[in-house]
């Protein structure tokens, strides 16, 4: 995070403009993109499935787990009928990945299980906060602002990081997949943030809230929430986050 966007802030909090901070998680606050994608590889190719870094990013990471999951098993259909243990399944599979309403439950969930676990495991010791991003969450926060967490992370793994490096004190509010049918690029995470912000906050609107994104996906959905939105190329060129308010390096 760079600390140059501190004064951004600072200058915005003092015009009355800027009264809240909606961060993601991945990419934003702890590097952790590229862990989240070694453990989706690694849980889909014991299930038969070769996912690639470009499709990754190109289209799952700013889903959920699940949604994840339910987007790579629907585009890999025929890999999933072709393996032997799932022969007796062909036809049940055949029909459901058209819809996605009845996809098996219990099967995606067993696989959120298993990569929840393996990240994890390697969480513990290995995802440090990018570089600023602490002394950037206490500048905000010191200058007043309202502070959330609106990611398609699970609730434990937010917790987990912010608890590491005692930054949990200073968020309002921390909205994780739990807490939304919808992921990014739907709008409905940075709206559920600024819904739990505003019994804090009852005159806090969209156009005073500053999202920060490091995915497209996650800008179009805080677009659509009505905030302005920064960028931090993280995770992709600043030529792919172009639809930010403002672009800065990570």
């Not at 990013?57 to 339910?70: H, N, Q, T, V």
């Not at 709206?191 to 019994?199: D, K, S």
């Not at 490091?214 to 931090?232: E, P, Q, T, Y």
Request: proline share 4%; net charge negative; charged share 25%.
């Amino acid at each position: 995070m760079p600390y140059e966007a501190n004064g951004i802030f600072a200058l915005a909090w003092r015009f009355g403009v800027l009264k809240a901070v909606i961060f993601d998680f991945d990419g934003v606050i702890v590097d952790s993109e590229k862990a989240h994608l070694a453990m989706f590889k690694k849980v889909l190719a014991e299930e038969g499935i070769q996912l690639t870094d470009e499709q990754y990013y190109e289209k799952y990471l700013a889903m959920d787990d699940r949604g994840c999951f339910l987007a790579v098993l629907t585009d890999n259909q025929e890999v999933l009928i072709n393996r032997q243990e799932l022969i007796e399944r062909q036809n049940f599979l055949q029909e459901v990945l058209t819809n996605h309403q009845g996809l098996d439950e219990a099967y995606i969930q067993s696989l959120v299980s298993r990569k929840s676990k393996y990240y994890n495991q390697f969480a513990r010791d290995n995802l440090p906060l990018l570089p600023g991003v602490a002394d950037f969450i206490s500048s905000a926060h010191a200058h007043g602002l309202a502070l959330a967490v609106a990611s398609g992370a699970l609730r434990n793994e937010i917790e987990f990081i912010l608890d590491k490096y005692n930054l949990r004190r200073y968020f309002h509010t921390v909205i994780s997949a739990e807490d939304c049918s919808k992921g990014k690029p739907d709008p409905e995470p940075f709206l559920t943030a600024l819904e739990r912000l505003r019994a804090l906050r009852p005159e806090l609107q969209a156009s005073n809230c500053l999202a920060i994104e490091d995915s497209f996906h996650g800008i179009r959905a805080a677009k659509a929430a009505g905030m302005k939105c920064l960028a931090v190329t993280t995770s992709y060129p600043a030529e792919r986050l172009a639809e930010a308010d403002r672009v800065v390096p990570s």
